[in-house]
């Protein structure tokens, strides 16, 4: 496919999803005064995280499949998201009642923390196993494993109402977010995503191999240490915003290599965009059903499963 048709149909598709999620209040039977009140509360927030959320999760995974030389990396399959999930889901029940009004400012942090410890456990673990693709899947996979199993010890230490807040929150979710969190992680999403924007053109020179980036001027160990903070940033921020998020960071970078090629000049704001387009089609979906909040996680699952076997087939994870 074309890449400028490729970019074209994204942004059309994610103007339609944003105008879509807006129209919901817009076309409402409510008063003035309460649409107000529910587009500045509760849809401008839904829309800045389903933006914020996708684009991190999709950068970030297209990034660390570049850096770590493996087609599988995702910050779930890597374990990112569950380092950063352990922490928030600490933070959530262990947080006495008088720390409560900081929590906007102790989750960016501590997921941050959580997503940089796991990011750098595989990171090391891969290296001293001599870097192969199998180490960072298997490092990944055990590093889950122990977050999950430390968070089912959680669950029964848990009231009735924590058990289910955190069931739901670990499912993802684009309406637990609040604008002081927002002010908090998204600037620092921003940050994450501006340098692997920049660092485009060295990811670029990384297919070559080390030797070959290494001559043209990369500083291979610098730029992978780097990458894997920026990443851990913006896993960690979303994280916090909306729980944990299943395949998107795996999903959208295969399909676009599929259709407009490996240059991250183009890969990198194209995922930016199609990440926050399907946040954004999850949240109208949400919108439209309004009997229940679909938990996220089960959406992009649902339309990742079918759409990565199709990239399979594809040949795409050779």
């Known amino acids: 496919m074309n890449p400028k048709a490729t970019v ?14 807006l129209a919901v209040v817009a076309f409402s039977d409510s008063p003035n005064a309460l649409k107000l009140h529910i587009l500045y509360q509760l849809q401008l927030p839904l829309v800045l995280t389903a933006t ?23 910050p779930g399959i890597v374990g ?4 950063a999930s352990l922490v928030a889901a600490l933070l959530l029940l262990i947080t006495p009642h008088w720390a409560q009004a900081y929590l906007h400012y102790l989750l960016p942090l501590g997921c941050f923390i959580g997503a940089l410890a796991t990011t750098f456990t595989v990171y090391k673990l891969a290296r001293k ?3 192969s693709s199998t180490a960072v899947i298997l490092s990944g996979i055990a590093i889950s494993t122990l977050s999950g199993a430390i968070i089912a010890w959680l669950y029964l230490f848990s009231d009735a109402n924590s058990l289910r807040n955190l069931t739901f929150w670990l499912m993802g979710s684009l309406y637990q977010t609040s604008w002081p969190i927002l002010l908090v992680g998204g600037p620092l999403i921003i940050a994450a995503l501006w340098y692997q924007f920049a660092s485009a053109s060295s990811y670029n020179k990384l297919y070559a191999g080390d030797v070959a980036a290494t001559s043209s001027g990369v500083d291979v160990h610098q730029l992978t240490e780097r990458s894997l903070v920026a990443c851990a940033i913006a896993v960690g921020a979303a994280v916090s915003m909306a729980g944990s998020i299943a395949f998107v960071g795996l999903l959208i970078p295969h399909i676009l290599r599929l259709l407009i090629g490996h240059n991250n000049k183009l890969l990198l704001p194209l995922c930016a965009l199609a990440g926050a387009t399907l946040l954004l089609l999850v949240a109208l979906c949400s919108e439209l059903t309004r009997a229940i909040t679909l938990p996220v996680s089960m959406i992009t699952a649902t339309l990742g499963g079918p759409l ?3 990239a399979l087939l594809k040949g795409q994870l050779r």
Request: hydrophobic content about 65%; charged content about 5%.
């Open 8 to 21: 074209t149909a994204v942004a059309s598709l994610f103007v339609v999803a944003l105008v879509s999620v």
């Open 52 to 74: 914020l959320v996708g684009a991190a999760l999709s950068v970030s995974g297209a990034t660390l499949q570049v850096v770590l030389r493996n087609p599988l990396a995702d």
């Open 80 to 83: 990112i998201t569950s380092g």
């Open 129 to 131: 196993l001599l870097g």
């Open 308 to 310: 990565l076997i199709w």
